[in-house]
């Protein structure tokens, strides 16, 4: 048996997430059907670095699968590209370690979620950035955001706490910026919890837009409550960016 991981990029808007789900079109179930047709095996199991919610998009997933099929890995590319739809691509692959495990082994994950805060909604841009109708104080969320950084419990960033065995995490980076009418968060941490960047970026944007004040991010975590951080983020800003491993 061969271990071969891909990187993958993928438009979310028409998937029901990463998880194979009955009757429903996953990135998942699409990719191993792909893969299935090219090397013959009928249980292809793909492994994730992570599940991605229905409607948020990937630059970088990482899955491996196990094959014993003889094709060169840059076949394998080619070929299983040729299989899938338009929504979803191979982006790299290659041949690794028996014990690499796509998910377990990742170190750090890092996700950007785009906002378009314009007077009038970009149409092109509306499966790929959340467009907000308020003007962002860039600076001020910036700021507030500064108290994320580091190992706390995100309980107050995670959507029906609790789904995980713990709600410590650690953000290596986090940063706010700004071009024109986009902004973007940029959050790179060991681990995510259900909705945290999203969550995360729902409360950036209330102070954002001077509805709360720039301090309140801090009480928001140390509250421990998701009632009371802000609303979760819609899913079309989010983009899977990259995903770090020791090698």
Not at 4 to 15: E, K, M, N, P
Not at 17 to 46: F, N
Not at 160 to 168: A, C, E
Not at 180 to 195: C, K, Q, R, S, T
Request: hydrophobic share 40%; with cysteine; proline share 4%.
């Amino acid at each position: 048996m061969r271990n071969i991981r891909f990187v993958l990029a993928y438009d979310g808007t028409d998937f029901f997430g990463w998880q194979t789900q009955p009757g429903k079109r996953t990135v998942q179930e699409t990719l191993e059907l792909a893969i299935a047709r090219v090397t013959g095996e009928s249980q292809i199991r793909c492994h994730a670095s992570g599940r991605t919610d229905a409607g948020v998009h990937a630059v970088g997933q990482v899955v491996n699968f196990y094959t014993t099929s003889a094709h060169p890995v840059e076949v394998l590319l080619k070929a299983v590209n040729a299989h899938l739809p338009s929504d979803v691509v191979i982006r790299q692959a290659d041949e690794v370690p028996q014990a690499f495990d796509a998910n377990r082994d990742a170190l750090r994950k890092l996700y950007r979620y785009v906002i378009h805060d314009g007077p009038v909604r970009d149409v092109f841009q509306r499966r790929y950035a959340w467009h907000c109708r308020w003007k962002l104080d860039v600076p001020a969320m910036r700021r507030a955001s500064r108290v994320l950084l580091g190992r706390h419990d995100f309980r107050s960033f995670e959507t029906d706490w609790p789904n995980r065995l713990t709600s410590i995490r650690t953000i290596t980076h986090l940063s706010v910026n700004r071009l024109g009418e986009f902004v973007w968060v940029d959050v790179e941490a060991d681990g995510f919890l259900y909705n945290m960047v999203r969550a995360i970026v729902g409360t950036l944007v209330n102070v954002g837009r001077g509805y709360w004040p720039e301090s309140y991010v801090a009480e928001a975590l140390q509250a421990g409550d998701r009632r009371l951080a802000g609303p979760t983020a819609p899913p079309e800003g989010l983009f899977l960016l990259r995903v770090t491993y020791a090698e």
